[in-house]
Nanobody, 126 residues
């Protein structure tokens, strides 16, 4: 069982930065692939980024590539999403998830993730 608690959201102007944190409990954290998804107003939840168990491999949605960085600190049971050069279209509720699955494209899908954080609002003003 994995419990995920998110923090770090807020309001920022376009071009600014935020860092989201996802603090996990449970012994399976280090064996879990972590992902970030977001759900913008009126849209479905979409993939943002994922990071392998060791942190050595990452994958990003094209919409955030070069601007966002996913990372993890297994010693702290925490995953992060550093968001730079934020755009108004990044406005969404951001969710972290934990998955026991392996490989792409499976880890791009919502149903690959067994556990979810509560969601964290990120609002980017123009």
């Amino acid at each position: 069982q994995v419990q995920l608690v998110e923090s770090g959201g807020g309001l920022v102007q376009a071009g600014g930065s935020l860092r989201l944190s996802c603090e996990a409990s449970g012994r399976t954290f280090t064996s879990s692939v972590m992902g970030w998804f977001r759900q913008a107003p009126g849209k479905e939840r979409e993939f943002v980024a994922t990071i392998w168990r060791s942190g050595g491999t990452t994958y990003y949605a094209d919409s955030v590539k070069g601007r966002f960085t996913i990372s993890r600190d297994n010693a702290k049971n925490t995953a992060y999403l550093q968001m730079n050069n934020l755009k108004p279209e990044d406005t969404a509720v951001y969710y972290c998830g934990a998955s026991r699955d392996r490989g792409l494209p499976r880890l791009l899908l919502l149903d690959a993730y067994n556990y979810w954080g509560q969601g964290n609002q990120v609002t980017v003003s123009s």
